[in-house]
């Protein structure tokens, strides 16, 4: 069976979103045990939230790819770094939904080019929910800028 | 934040090394290590390379 993962514009374009998915899940993991190391077991079963949330997406745009008769490219994983605070988890977190959402629009684009309707539906799901996580992580930034980092922190604390 | 997580490397420690005259992207690596296992931080330590040396290093910055 002939799979290319360079195939079409929209293989392409699903491989990449497929990039960020993969750095998401692994950011977010890293976020959630960091989080719990230091005692804030509600944010990190927030953080564990999102990271299962981004496997879900990273399972569609798998199985999207390969219905596509592409190979879905797992090898490739964007670089990333960590908050050493939950504050700068946070910032990093919202560079990287904005990232996606960036991306996700562009694709979206390109299924509609390459007249390929279903891609495009699925991605604009995907996009609504990236745009809502988008929304959560400002709400976060912006109570820790209201609170400030002791009260908000000490909201975190029980699951 | 934790740019490095081969060696567990944060931006504060790399931005010192650089002010300390670490210049390129080698040179950060021989003085904390990040950027000597996979690699993939590499690209922001040269943004940071270029962001943070003292004036008088810039010119000598970047890939060696």
Same mark, same amino acid.
């Given at each position: *069976?002939?799979?290319?993962?360079?195939?079409?514009?929209?293989? !392409?374009?699903?491989?990449?979103?497929?990039?960020? =998915?993969?750095?998401?899940?692994? %950011?977010?993991?890293l @976020?959630?045990?960091?989080?719990?190391?230091?005692?804030?077991e509600?944010?990190?079963?927030?953080?564990? !939230?999102?990271?299962?949330?981004?496997?879900? @997406?990273?399972?569609?745009?798998?199985?999207?790819?390969?219905?596509?008769g592409?190979?879905?490219?797992?090898q490739?994983? @964007?670089?990333?770094?960590?908050?050493?605070?939950?504050?700068? #988890?946070? %910032?990093?977190?919202?560079?990287?939904?904005?990232k996606?959402?960036? %991306?996700? !629009?562009?694709?979206?684009?390109?299924?509609?080019?390459?007249?390929?309707?279903?891609?495009?539906?699925?991605?604009?799901? *995907?996009?609504? =929910? =990236?745009?809502? %996580?988008?929304?959560?992580?400002?709400? #976060?930034?912006?109570?820790?800028?209201?609170?400030?980092?002791?009260?908000?922190?000490? #909201? #975190?604390?029980?699951? | 934040?934790?740019? /490095?997580?081969?060696? $567990?490397?944060?931006?504060?420690?790399?931005?010192?090394?650089?002010?300390?005259?670490?210049?390129?992207?080698?040179?950060? $690596?021989?003085? /904390?290590?990040?950027?000597?296992? /996979?690699?993939? /931080?590499?690209?922001?330590? $040269?943004?940071?390379?270029?962001?943070?040396?003292?004036?008088?290093?810039?010119?000598? $910055?970047?890939?060696?």
């Amino acid at each position: *069976m002939a799979l290319k993962s360079s195939g079409t514009p929209v293989v !392409k374009a699903l491989n990449g979103l497929l990039t960020t =998915e993969l750095r998401a899940i692994n %950011q977010y993991f890293l @976020d959630s045990k960091l989080a719990a190391h230091h005692g804030f077991e509600h944010l990190a079963e927030e953080f564990r !939230k999102a990271s299962f949330e981004e496997m879900n @997406d990273a399972e569609e745009l798998m199985d999207r790819i390969l219905l596509l008769g592409g190979l879905p490219n797992l090898q490739r994983v @964007d670089a990333f770094a960590t908050g050493e605070s939950i504050t700068e #988890q946070f %910032q990093l977190a919202k560079e990287l939904e904005e990232k996606a959402v960036g %991306q996700l !629009k562009a694709a979206i684009v390109t299924a509609e080019k390459a007249a390929d309707p279903g891609t495009a539906t699925m991605l604009r799901e *995907m996009l609504l =929910e =990236e745009e809502r %996580q988008v929304d959560w992580i400002e709400g #976060q930034l912006g109570l820790i800028t209201t609170l400030g980092d002791t009260a908000y922190l000490a #909201q #975190q604390i029980r699951s | 934040m934790w740019i /490095c997580l081969c060696e $567990a490397v944060t931006s504060t420690t790399i931005r010192e090394v650089i002010e300390d005259g670490a210049a390129s992207v080698g040179a950060v $690596a021989e003085a /904390c290590g990040a950027g000597t296992v /996979c690699g993939k /931080c590499k690209r922001t330590i $040269a943004v940071m390379v270029d962001q943070h040396s003292p004036a008088e290093k810039k010119r000598f $910055a970047r890939w060696r």
